[in-house]
T-cell receptor, first 114, second 113 residues
């Protein structure tokens, strides 16, 4: 079975500071991993995904994430936060079976102050 | 533009009434999903469907029902048996490739009083 744990329900940073959102996963098979962003009262938008190959994955809006198998982690980072990055972020894992649903973490709310 | 349409955006019902949430997609995706979102609990899977006329229960299917009569449509009915129906409901779709990301609609916020 798959599961996802996001460490920290709230993260606050200053504009221009490093953003680090933590995600650890549990999976009985090599996982596919995803990060999504959600703005208030909207659906989720895909930021990036890891399937196979290069373990450092670049996504939209300057975000990237690194798959570390030894640490079962897939942390999301951005070198310099912008006010528009304030949102809720979800990490998700796939069971690697076609058409099956993603398993989501509980989310981390990112606040950015000026 | 292709996408997923959920309607209405806000829905209010009295306790004891069934209510149906609409989800339509024009992405030609085979798979569709319903998730429920509550503050601090992330997204929890209610039902999903990989093909027309077939669907599977997710983790919290009790008190909900779905149908998949057309590829484009996957309506969710919240029945009076659902003990705590007030929530934000998200519909999603994907291709059936095993690394396919989900595409989400903008959600329906249901309030039951």
């Amino acid at each position: 079975a798959q599961s996802v744990t996001q460490l920290g329900s709230h993260v606050s940073v200053s504009e221009g500071a490093l953003v680090l959102l933590r995600c650890n996963y549990s999976s009985s098979v090599p996982p596919y991993l995803f990060w999504y962003v959600q703005y208030p009262n909207q659906g989720l938008q895909l930021l990036l995904k890891y399937t196979t190959g290069a373990t450092l994955v670049k996504g939209i809006n300057g975000f990237e994430a690194e798959f570390k198998k030894s640490e079962t982690s897939f942390h999301l980072t951005k070198p310099s936060a912008h006010m528009s990055d304030a949102a809720e972020y979800f990490c998700a894992v796939s069971a690697r079976q076609a058409g099956t649903a993603l398993i989501f973490g509980k989310g981390t709310t990112l606040s950015v102050s000026s | 533009d292709g996408g997923i349409t959920q309607s209405p955006k806000y829905l209010f019902r009295k306790e004891g009434q069934n209510v149906t949430l609409s989800c339509e997609q024009n992405l030609n995706h085979d798979a569709m999903y319903w998730y429920r979102q509550d503050p601090g609990q992330g997204l929890r899977l209610i039902y999903y469907s990989q093909i027309v006329n077939d669907f599977q229960k997710g983790d919290i299917a009790e008190g909900y029902s779905v149908s998949r009569e057309k590829k484009e449509s996957f309506p969710l009915t919240v029945t009076s048996a659902q003990k705590n129906p007030t929530a934000f409901y998200l519909c999603a779709s994907s291709t059936t490739g095993d690394n396919s990301p989900l595409h989400f609609g903008n959600g329906t916020r249901l309030t039951v009083t």
